[in-house]
């Protein structure tokens, strides 16, 4: 099995910062990841996939980079509506979730 | 645009069966675009992929609960079906049925999602 490490599990930032989250895989996925956005209440939503691609819709203040088994997020200038916990996913094999970080206003 | 709607009992007996419904509308079942499946969130926790059915049935389970999990597809309903065996209280979590695209390795159109308790 291909283990998750997402960093951190919470962060507290100001509207406007830059923010960054980390996940490490267990073994080399190449840049088989994928991003999620959950609200609270709601059903995870999709930001990016191949590590670094923007699904269509989504907002240019997200990023993604990183391939092999470490991969980071970014969320370039911190809106109010991006509080929200945000998941890594793999899927060079089979399909696991990283643990979440819960973005939180400071 | 697809959307996805689980169904099913929001309560379940330990050592029974919870069975679940996602009615799926705005496009085929039978589109060869996705993998029909399923994820579930304990609560207040993360992540849980539990498996994923294609229209031709072929399927894939996460091994971890392969010997309690099927899964099963409609194509004349457009719909398609989790059944999850021998519950305990560690069965109960929100599901979501969602679709899968092999493409992206992600999952892009998701249900509601319905929490299914476990208790007697």
């Known amino acids: 099995d291909i283990q998750m490490t997402q960093s951190p599990s919470s962060l507290s930032a100001s509207v406007g910062d830059r923010v960054t989250i980390t996940c490490q895989t267990s073994?080399?996925?190449?840049?088989?990841l994928s991003w999620y956005q959950q609200k609270p209440g709601k059903a995870p939503k999709l930001l990016m996939y191949?590590?670094?691609n923007l699904e269509t819709g989504v907002p240019s203040r997200f990023s993604g980079r990183g391939s092999g088994t470490d991969f980071t997020f970014t969320i370039s200038s911190l809106q109010p509506e991006d509080i929200a916990t945000y998941y890594c996913?793999?899927?060079?094999?089979?399909?696991?979730f990283g643990g979440g970080t819960k973005v939180e206003l400071k | 645009q697809l959307q996805l709607q689980e169904s099913g009992p929001g309560l379940v007996k330990p050592s029974q069966t919870l069975s679940l419904t996602c009615t799926v509308s705005?496009?085929?079942?039978?589109?060869?675009?996705?993998?029909w499946s399923w994820i579930r969130q304990h609560p207040g926790k993360g992540l849980e992929w539990l498996g994923y059915?294609?229209?031709?049935?072929?399927?894939s389970y996460n091994p971890s609960l392969k010997s309690r999990v099927s899964v099963s597809i409609d194509t004349s309903q457009n719909q398609f079906s989790l059944k999850v065996s021998s519950v305990t209280a560690a069965d109960t979590a929100v599901y979501y049925c969602a679709t899968y695209n092999y493409a992206t390795g992600s999952f892009h159109y998701w249900g509601q999602g319905t929490l299914v308790t476990v208790s007697s």
């Open positions: 705005g496009g085929s079942i039978s589109d060869a675009t996705y993998y």
């Open positions: 191949d590590a670094s």
């Open positions: 073994q080399d996925i190449g840049n088989y």
């Open positions: 996913q793999q899927y060079d094999n089979l399909l696991t």
């Open positions: 059915i294609y229209y031709n049935g072929y399927i």
